[in-house]
């Protein structure tokens, strides 16, 4: 069975700082993806950033990158820079790669003080 | 165009009536999701339509029916509303193979 965990139910920082949130996940699948998306306040979901199971790079994508340590399952999503633009909540998922159905952890609700 | 629609955007219903929720995608995508979220939870996956054939989660098998009459449109069904399905019910929408969802704005549900 597949699980996400984020752990965090809120984080918060300052204008500019960077931010870390984190997630931890169980799959017995040997391929897969971890997502990162963010709830906007209207409520659409926005995809930030994606980590292959096969890639051992970290990604980057702007001012989002992604610490992946796959032997410990589990991913951090990091906001460089952060802005009050950036509040919201943030939540992980993992794709098992079927059909691209995704399990989603429970959130972090970031709020980022001007 | 990367857009998923969703009408309405705020649905109240009656318990015992049955509610009809609406999505369209204009991006030619194979697969049309539907997930359900509540206040501090995780969104979890109803049911989704690869192409024509739709796959209802085992644990909702029951409680929501789908139609996809062609490859923009989708809509989620509830025949009874029960107190319970108050929240917020979000469609996405994929290409085949390893790509992201696109995600609507949602459709919040309020059962009285």
């Known amino acids: 069975a597949q699980r996400v965990t984020q752990v965090q139910p809120t984080g918060s920082s300052q204008w500019g700082e960077e931010v870390t949130l984190d997630c931890s996940y169980e799959?017995?699948?040997?391929?897969?993806?971890i997502f990162w998306y963010r709830q906007l306040f209207s409520g659409e979901m926005v995809f930030l950033i994606y980590q292959p199971s096969f890639d051992t790079q970290n990604q980057r994508s702007g001012r989002y990158s992604v610490v992946f340590q796959k032997s410990f399952k589990s991913i951090s999503l990091v906001i460089s820079a952060s802005q009050p633009e950036d509040s919201g909540t943030y939540f992980c998922a993992l794709s098992d790669g079927s059909f691209n159905k995704l399990t989603f952890g429970a959130g972090t609700r970031l709020a980022v003080c001007p | 165009d990367t857009t998923v629609k969703q009408n309405p955007r705020y649905k109240l219903a009656r318990v015992g009536k049955p509610v009809n929720l609406i999505c369209s995608q204009t991006m030619n995508h194979d697969t049309m999701y539907w997930y359900q979220k509540k206040p501090n939870q995780a969104p979890k996956l109803l049911l989704f339509?690869?192409?024509?054939?739709?796959?209802r989660e085992a644990d909702t098998f029951e409680k929501f029916q789908s139609s996809r009459p062609n490859n923009s449109f989708c809509s989620l069904y509830i025949g009874s509303a029960g107190l319970e399905y108050s929240a917020m019910y979000l469609c996405?929408?994929?290409?085949?193979?390893?790509?992201?969802?696109?995600f609507g704005s949602g459709t919040r549900l309020t059962v009285l």
């Open positions: 339509y690869y192409d024509k054939i739709l796959n």
């Open positions: 996405a929408s994929s290409r085949d193979g390893p790509e992201t969802l696109y």
């Open positions: 799959t017995s699948e040997y391929f897969y993806r």
